[in-house]
């Protein structure tokens, strides 16, 4: 004799199975950034593109259009939303220092921790992809927003005098470039290959305060600002 189905309960949840593919529009856009950060992470940038990006994940190419027009926006979406997540890193640990030095190197540290959290995202916005892109106004706020917290950080300090007087934005250019360089020789994993000792937090403390000791030193042969 044929067994019968046991009815289902009126009460009991109805179990929704979303087919491949298929999105909710906010959904969606998440899963194609997240996509392109993948593909960044693995390939770089060159191999980049919506066609990639929609195959990656389980999409036509025509359901990329109604996020991202075209590669160029799918760029600045990801970078604007990397530059996004250092400056409230950077904001977290400048306000969590006590003293104008002290947050300046709080601020140092995390802006490599971030790459070595990041690295997609830090990949990315190094690519020279990206170049033609900054002119655009979300992601050139994005940019002035972190870059920000660093010129805080070194107003602060010229105020307390750890920093000599002077362009202070200069000053901040300053200490961004060695940063942004200590931070890339941690992410290729160069120092390892330099043969530097102790972990990159280490070097990195290390580094921030070679670095603030020069932005207090008044450059040889100059006199002092007025």
Not at 29 to 44: E, K
Not at 48 to 76: E, M
Not at 150 to 159: G, T
Request: hydrophobic fraction near 45%; charged fraction near 25%.
């Amino acid at each position: 004799m044929a067994q019968r189905t046991p009815a289902r309960s009126p009460l009991a949840p109805r179990v929704r199975h979303k087919p491949a593919g298929k999105y909710h529009h906010g959904e969606l856009r998440r899963a194609l950034l997240d996509a392109t950060l993948a593909i960044v992470a693995r390939d770089g940038t060159t191999e980049l593109s919506l066609r990639a990006v929609a195959r990656s994940v389980g999409v036509s190419p025509q359901a990329t259009y109604n996020h991202f027009h075209d590669r160029s926006a799918l760029l600045r979406a990801a970078a604007e939303e990397g530059l996004r997540e250092l400056a409230r890193g950077l904001r977290e640990a400048r306000d969590a220092a006590y003293g104008a030095g002290a947050r300046l190197e709080a601020t140092g540290l995390s802006y490599v921790a971030f790459a070595s959290s990041h690295a997609a995202h830090f990949r990315l916005l190094s690519a020279p992809d990206l170049a033609a892109t900054r002119g655009d106004p979300a992601l050139s706020a994005a940019y002035q927003e972190a870059f920000g917290v660093v010129l805080s950080a070194i107003e602060d300090c010229q105020r307390e005098g750890v920093v000599r007087a002077g362009d202070s934005r200069a000053l901040a250019l300053a200490a961004w470039s060695m940063v942004h360089g200590l931070a890339w020789l941690v992410v290729d994993g160069q120092l390892a290959v330099a043969g530097v000792p102790g972990d990159s937090n280490d070097v990195a403390r290390a580094t921030l305060r070679v670095l603030l000791k020069g932005l207090g030193e008044r450059p040889a042969g100059r006199p002092e600002p007025r």
